[in-house]
């Protein structure tokens, strides 16, 4: 199974906090588990946190029911088995309508209808093999984002074949929306982590939340009512040499490793998780042309 190197750590004395069910005198509760198969973190100083995690927690499941590829019963699966998805659930319309503006303001960088190709470069490693070239072209015939239509009552594919994975953007929206979910319910300080980092007001110390970097290049960074995301085409690879990373470009289906490690900070956490995403896949001054009030930073490959 292809895993994923986790880049971000989070900082500011944070790590002796008191794992929610544990006995203590501070409100501060700091959760840990799973979203989307990644490590997962809740850090909420808040008299009634265990109650409002719990909450946070069930929300998780209900977004993985909708997003995740590894549940044959979500909304995802269900779409890319059946090619259709009558009724779909209102966060799938508005993450895919974040998709379609990534898409255009990346120029096909960003492309969820990548996961045929993902698949087959998956499915070849796995045998010992790189895909061939005439395996590429066939699975970049199904690879396009104009091959998906959507609205509120159906989501459908134009071509048979085509699939998403909405792994490159759907940590980050998971993060936004527990946020919201947080803030909906008067939090005013609070970190979650799914996978991609959203930071509301300040860590228990009063000062912004520090991200941390497993690259030791990469400074620590500061981070309030903001979300971070960093992807790293090399941490995750198809093959046993690490040379196959799985970030494909959907215009070549090449592994693109344009840069060794991309972060980058934006108000939303979608935003900053797809735009980590393409931006592994584009020049510099490219990047500059689509971040927008976007902060980047850049780790030479």
Not at 141 to 168: C, D, I, M, Y
Request: with cysteine; hydrophobic share 50%; net charge neutral.
């Amino acid at each position: 199974m292809v895993t994923r190197r986790r880049v971000l750590t989070i900082l500011a004395g944070v790590a002796a906090l008191p794992v929610v069910g544990a006995r203590a005198a501070t409100t501060i509760q700091n959760w840990r588990g799973l979203a989307l198969g990644a490590d997962a973190r809740i850090i909420l100083d808040h008299p009634d946190a265990q109650r409002l995690i719990g909450g946070a927690v069930e929300e998780i499941r209900r977004l993985e029911g909708i997003f995740s590829l590894y549940r044959v019963d979500s909304q995802l699966s269900v779409l890319n088995r059946q090619a259709v998805l009558h009724a779909p659930a209102f966060e799938m319309v508005e993450l895919l309508s974040t998709c379609a503006v990534l898409n255009e303001r990346t120029a096909g960088a960003f492309d969820p209808s990548v996961q045929t190709l993902w698949s087959l470069y998956a499915n070849s490693h796995s045998r010992g093999a790189a895909p061939s070239a005439a395996q590429i072209s066939q699975a970049l015939e199904k690879t396009g984002w104009h091959h998906v239509q959507f609205s509120p009552a159906k989501v459908a594919f134009k071509r048979a074949g085509v699939q998403l994975t909405l792994n490159g953007v759907a940590q980050g929206f998971i993060a936004d929306k527990i946020a919201d979910y947080f803030r909906a319910n008067g939090v005013q300080n609070v970190l979650v982590d799914t996978g991609e980092i959203a930071a509301v007001g300040f860590a228990p110390d009063g000062g912004p939340w520090k991200i941390g970097f497993n690259n030791a290049a990469m400074a620590t960074l500061p981070l309030s009512n903001g979300a971070i995301a960093t992807s790293a085409p090399l941490g995750t690879v198809f093959d046993a040499v690490a040379k196959a990373g799985h970030i494909l470009d959907p215009r070549t289906g090449i592994p693109g490793a344009q840069w060794a490690e991309v972060t980058v900070i934006s108000s939303s956490g979608a935003e900053a998780d797809g735009l980590s995403t393409a931006f592994s896949l584009m020049s510099r001054p490219a990047i500059e042309l689509a971040k927008g009030s976007a902060q980047v930073f850049l780790s030479p490959a």
